[in-house]
């Protein structure tokens, strides 16, 4: 609180009601995950529009390990995900960069750094498990602001429905909940429609 100016010590306590602080927060872990995350979306805008599809889903998966708390193996045993970046990390991903070797070099690229945000919960992490072991599925990743949200499953036309399948058995049914999945199709964002004042609209687009 010393370094928040007094006027808002106010605001400060009334977000932090409801919130146990732990001892200490991991500010590197999140930092990374900042910084990879914004060069992410740059990579896939690029990616979209290069038709890259299948990299585009890896670096849905990527920003999702960035975001969790634990991963299942194929039994579907639970195990807790260390998102945590120690200075042995850190070496080894410069050692990596000073190693001259393609691989190791792209490996560790910060795009391809999924950092330690650390918002998902455990059944979050657990349908995006599930998910990425159907064939066709590309991509999944927790959305929304963390603290449960829901997934965004990228995934091929012609394996919606073995994925559909999947989540419901494994997932919805053992748990007794109603299906809550929303099949759809991306497509573009908004733009500048022009309808009456066209030259005025392409001096707005040239600007």
């Known amino acids: ?40 979306a740059k990579l896939c805008k690029e990616a979209l529009e290069a038709g890259k599809i299948e990299e585009f889903g890896k670096m849905m998966n990527i920003s ?24 042995v990390k850190l070496e080894e991903l410069i050692n990596d960069l000073r190693s001259e070797n393609p691989e190791r070099v792209l490996r560790a690229q910060i795009e391809r750094q999924p950092g330690g945000y650390a918002c998902s919960i455990p059944e979050i992490d657990y349908i995006v498990d599930m998910a990425l072991r159907v064939k066709g599925v590309m991509g999944a990743q927790i959305s929304g602001a963390g603290l449960g949200g829901c997934v965004m499953i990228l995934v091929e036309e012609g394996a919606v429905d073995a994925l559909v399948a999947k989540l419901e058995r494994e997932y919805y049914a053992p748990r007794d909940l109603d299906p809550g999945i929303t099949i759809c199709a991306p497509v573009k964002g908004s733009g500048l429609v022009c309808l009456a004042l066209p030259e005025k609209c392409r001096k707005i687009q040239e600007a």
């Open 1 to 40: 609180m010393a370094l928040i100016s007094e006027e808002n010590h106010g605001k400060i306590k009334r977000i932090l009601a409801s919130h146990n602080p732990p001892d200490y927060y991991y500010v590197r872990a999140v930092t990374m995950f900042g910084i990879a995350e914004c060069c992410r």
């Open 64 to 87: 999702h390990n960035g975001d969790r708390v634990a991963y299942y193996d194929e039994e579907g045993n639970m195990h807790e995900y260390d998102w945590s970046l120690p200075d």
